[in-house]
C-alpha cells in the first residue's frame, strides 16, 4: 500500500517534469505533510520494535509518535494551500482532521492496550492503527480524486486486518463480511469514477466545475464517490458490514472504525463537493436524503438492539447522517465547515468514551444494569456521552448538532432540519435504553483497568470542554 | 453583585450532587440535607422577592456568554410573573421535604430526585434562554419519571411511562416553535427578551408556532382533551410527588403560555384567542364535573386541577384577545395570582388526602366519616384547604378567580358560564366534607391520630399563605401587576 502511494508520488513526479503549469516544490510541500509523515514513521516504528523483539516499546512509540504528529499539525492551522500540484490539500477541514483524528487514533491505541499487550502481534496491531488513521487523514485532504481511492484502499485495508487480529471465528467471520463488501463498493467507485476523468480530463478535484452541463457524467462520478466514501463512513444504505463488523471485532477496533476512517471519508466527501459545480446531478438533495435515511434508519435499528455495540454501531450510523447535514450546505455558506469540524471533534470524544465503557462493563445490554450503583462515576461519564450524542445542552454533541443544523438551514434544507430534530428525539429513546437500567439494583460491579478510566476521563473532559468551550474552537475556524 | 438568582438555582443541584457522593448515606442524613438546602433555596427565594422586579420589565439579570457567535448564553432573570411562581416552588418543595422526612425507602435517592426536580423547576421559571428552558422543562420530566416509577404506588411503572411518553412527544413542538422563533430573529438569537421586545414572526409562520406552543403547553397544563395522563399520574404518584406535579410542574405549562405563546406570537394569539379560550371554558367545566364523579379523594384534587388550570388558561387567552390595557392586566394579574393560589391550595390538598392514605391506606371518601371528631386538627385543615379550592372570598383563589371573571365578563360575556364550574367545585366538596368528615364517626378509624409535628410542619405554611393571599392579595399583586400593565404595547 504504501508502495503503491510512493509509486502515485512518483509519477505525478514525472508528470511535473514532463511541464506541468504548476510548480512542484519538495522543499516546501513536504513540511506541509510533517503529521503525515509522522504518522506514517510511526506506523513504521511500531512494526520495526516489534521484528526487534522489543514488544514493550511498541506502545510508548505509537503514543508519543501520533503525540508529535499532533503537535506538528499546530502551527498548520489557518493554512489555505495545496501540495503537490494541486492534488493535496492543507485546508481548515485537512489540517482539523489531522488535529481531531491522530489523538481519536491515540485514545483508541489505549483502548486496546489491554486487549493485545503481551500477543505477538501487538506492535503489528498498533501500526495498523497508525495505518488506518492515515488513509482517514487521506481523505480529509483530497484534492483528486486519485487521493480518494487511495484514501478509501488504504484505511479499508488497515481496518479489514484489524477486525480480524483476534483470529478467532467472530471476527474472521466479521473481516470476511467487510472485506467483501469493501472491495466491491471500492470497485464500483473506481469504475464509475472514471467517467468524471473522462469527461474532465483530469483528476483533480478541482477542475470539477468543468463538468457543468454533463449531467450524466456528473451523476457516474457522484455515485462513485458516494458509494466508496458511503461504504467508508457507513451511511445508510451501504452500511451494512458495519453492526457486524463492530460486533465481531475487538470493542477497540469498532471505537477507532466508527471515529476515525468515518470522519474522514465525510471530509472527504466534502472536499469533493466543494468543487462540483452548484447543484450537479442534484447532489445536495441526494446527500439530503442519504442524511435522512441514515439518521432515521440508524435511530429505529438501534432501538431493537440488545448488545450494546450493535446499538452504538446503528447510533453511529445516524449520527453519519447528521454529519450530511454539513455536507449538504458545503460551498452554501459560512456554517458547513465549522459544524461538520465541530461536530468532529464532539463525536470523536463522546463516541469513543462510549465505546471505553462499553469495552470496561461489557457488550450486553443486560451488563449494565446498576452500572450508575456499582461504578458511579463509569455510570455518570456514560450519561454524559450519551447524552451527549442525543445533543443536549451544554455538551459538545449539542453544539456540534446546532451548528449542523444551522448549516442546513443556512443552505435551504429547513425539512432536513426538522427531519434531524425529530431523530435526535428519537435517539433519547435509545440511549435511555441503557441508561434507564443503569440506574436498577446492581447485578455485578464491572472490571476496572485504571487505563481504560484515564481514557474515558479525557473523553469525558473532552465532551463537556467542546460544549462549553466552544466559542474558543469557533473561534479558531472563523 | 452576588448572583441570587443563579446561586437558588443550582443550590438544590448541588445538594443533589452532595448526596449522590454521599454513598450509603442513612435516611436522617439525607432527609436533613434535603430539609436545609431546600431551606437555603427557600431564603435565596425570599431574597429575590425582596429585591423585586422594578419596572416592570426584567430584573436581576444574570448573563454569561456562551457561543455568542449563534446568540447561546446561560441567561437568568425574573419578572413579575416569575418571581412569585418561584417563591412559591420554593415553599412547596420545601413543605415537600418537610412532609416526605418519613420516607425510608431509598432516601438516599428520593431526596436527590426532588432536590434535581427543584432546581428543573426554578429553572424553567427564570430562564431567559429557549435552550435553557427547553433542558429545564425537559428535566423536570425525567425527574417526575424516576419518582413516579420509583416510589408510586401499584401501576406506578405503567403511569410514569404514561406520564413520560405524553409530555416528551407533547413537548416536542416546542422545540420546533423555538427553532422557528431562533431563525426567524434577527441577528439569529436564543435570547427570550428578544422575541417579546420585537415578536419575529409574522403571519402563517407565527400561526405555526403557537400552534405548536400550544400543544406542548396544553399537555403540560393539562387542557381536555390531552388531560388524560394526569389522573393516572397522580392517583400512583406518591404523596409529595403529586404536590409538585399538581403545585409546580402544571405552571409550568400556563407559565409558557404566558411566556412564550402570549408574548412572543401576540398577533396570532390574539387571532387564536377565542379558541384558546373555548378550550379553557370546556377544561374548566369538564373538570369540575368529572370531578364531581369521583370518590376517590385524591383524583378529585386530581380534577379540581383540570378545572383551576381551565380559569388560568381563559385568563390568558382574554388578555391576550383584549386591545384594552387595564382588561389585559386584569386578566393576567388574575391568571398569575391564580397560578400561585392553585400550588398553594392544591399543594396542602394533597398533603392532607396523603396524610389520610398513610393513615387509613384507603382514600375512598365513603370509607371514612366523622372523621371531624376522631382528627379534629387534619379534619379542619382539610375543610379549610377545600373552602379554598371551592373559591370561598378571603381564601387565595377567590381573588385571582375573581379577577379573571370580572375580565372575561369584559371580553367574552358567553364564557361567564364557567362561572357555574364554581357552583360545582362548591358542591363536590361540600359532599365530600359531608360524607368524610361529618356524620357518625366510624369505629374502624377510632385509633388513627392526629397531625404529628412533621405534618403540621409541612401543611401549617401552605395553610397560612393560602388565609394571607385571600386577605391581602395585593402582597403578590404589586409585583404582578407592575409587570402585566407594562407587558405588550
Known sequence: MISSGLALLQGMEGMQGMGGSMEMNMGRDLPMLAPEIAVLLTAVGAIVFEMLRLPRVGLPFTVIGLLVATGLSVPLVGTETTVFMDTFRVDTLSVWAKLILIPATVLSVLLAYPEVRDTYREGTVYSLFSLTSLGALVLAGAGDVMFIVLGVLLSSLGSFALVAYPRDDRSTEAAMKYLVFGSVTSAVMIFLITFWFGATGSTLLSDLGRLEGMPLAAAAGLVAVLVGLGYKAAIAPFHFWAPDAYDGAPVSVAAFLSVVPKVGAIFGLAQVVRDLPPGAAGWPLIVAALAALSMTYGNLAALVQENVVRLLAYSSIAQSGYFLLGVVAVGQGGLALQSLIVFAAAYAAMNLGAFAVVLQVGRNLGKFTGLGRAAPAAGAAMVVFLISLVGIPPLGGFVGKLLLFGAAIEAGFLWLAVVGILNSVLSLAVYLRIVVPMYRMPKEAPASSRLLVATWAVALVLTVAIGVGAQVLLGRLA | ?489
Open chain 2, 1 to 489: 453583585m452576588f448572583p441570587v438568582v443563579s446561586v437558588t438555582l443550582f443550590l438544590p443541584l448541588l445538594g443533589a450532587a452532595l448526596l449522590v457522593a454521599l454513598r450509603g448515606a442513612p435516611a436522617r442524613t439525607s432527609h436533613a440535607i434535603g430539609i436545609s438546602v431546600s431551606g437555603l433555596t427557600l431564603l435565596g427565594a425570599v431574597w429575590m422577592w425582596a429585591r423585586g422586579a422594578p419596572g416592570g420589565g426584567f430584573s436581576q439579570v444574570e448573563e454569561v456568554a456562551w457561543i455568542p457567535s449563534l446568540g447561546a448564553a446561560y441567561r437568568v432573570g425574573v419578572d413579575g410573573i416569575s418571581l412569585p411562581l418561584v417563591l412559591m416552588t420554593a415553599v412547596l418543595f420545601f413543605a415537600s421535604f418537610v412532609f416526605s422526612s418519613h420516607v425510608g425507602e431509598r432516601a438516599r435517592s428520593y431526596v436527590a430526585l426532588f432536590l434535581l426536580m427543584e432546581t428543573a423547576c426554578l429553572g424553567v421559571f427564570v430562564s431567559l434562554d429557549t435552550i435553557l428552558f427547553y433542558v429545564f422543562f425537559e428535566v423536570t420530566l425525567v425527574g417526575m419519571y424516576f419518582i413516579i416509577a420509583g416510589w408510586g404506588y401499584e401501576q406506578r411503572q405503567r403511569a410514569a411511562l404514561t406520564f413520560f411518553i405524553y409530555t416528551l412527544l407533547g413537548s416536542l413542538p416546542l422545540l420546533l416553535a423555538i427553532l422557528g422563533l431562533y431563525l426567524g430573529s434577527d441577528p439569529n438569537t436564543f435570547d427570550m427578551r428578544a422575541y417579546i421586545d420585537s415578536p419575529p414572526l409574522t403571519g402563517l409562520a407565527a400561526t405555526l408556532a403557537l400552534v405548536a406552543m400550544l400543544v406542548t403547553f396544553f399537555v403540560k397544563t393539562p387542557v381536555f382533551p390531552v388531560h388524560t395522563w394526569l389522573p393516572l399520574a397522580h392517583t400512583e404518584a406518591p404523596t409529595a410527588g403529586s404536590v409538585i406535579l399538581a403545585g409546580v410542574l402544571l405552571k409550568l405549562g400556563t407559565y409558557g403560555l404566558i411566556r412564550f405563546a402570549l408574548q412572543m406570537t401576540p398577533d396570532a394569539f390574539r387571532d387564536l384567542a377565542v379558541v384558546v379560550a373555548v378550550f379553557g371554558v370546556f377544561s374548566a367545566l369538564y373538570g369540575a364535573f368529572v370531578a364531581l364523579g369521583q370518590t376517590d379523594l385524591k383524583r378529585l384534587v386530581a380534577y379540581t386541577s383540570v378545572n383551576h388550570m381551565g380559569y388560568v388558561v381563559l385568563g390568558v387567552a382574554v388578555a391576550a384577545a383584549t386591545s384594552d390595557a387595564s382588561t389585559r392586566a386584569l386578566a393576567l394579574d388574575g391568571a398569575t395570582l391564580q397560578m400561585v393560589a392553585h400550588g398553594f391550595v392544591t399543594g396542602a390538598l394533597f398533603l392532607l388526602v396523603g396524610m389520610l392514605q398513610d393513615r387509613a391506606h384507603t382514600r375512598e371518601m365513603g370509607a371514612f366519616g366523622g372523621l371531624l371528631r376522631i382528627v379534629p386538627g387534619l379534619s379542619w385543615a382539610l375543610v379549610l384547604a377545600a373552602f379554598a379550592s371551592l373559591g370561598l372570598p378571603g381564601l387565595a383563589h377567590f381573588p385571582a378567580e375573581f379577577q379573571i371573571f370580572l375580565g372575561t365578563l369584559d371580553v367574552y360575556p358567553l364564557a361567564v358560564i364557567v362561572v357555574l364550574g364554581l357552583a360545582v367545585t362548591a358542591g363536590l366538596y361540600l359532599r365530600a366534607i359531608g360524607v368524610a368528615l361529618l356524620g357518625k364517626p366510624n369505629e374502624e378509624w377510632s385509633g388513627l391520630k392526629d397531625l404529628s409535628p412533621r405534618e403540621v410542619l409541612s401543611v401549617g405554611p401552605l395553610l397560612f399563605l393560602t388565609v394571607l393571599l385571600g386577605v391581602a392579595p395585593f402582597l403578590a399583586l404589586d409585583v404582578i401587576h407592575a409587570t402585566t400593565e407594562a407587558l405588550l404595547p
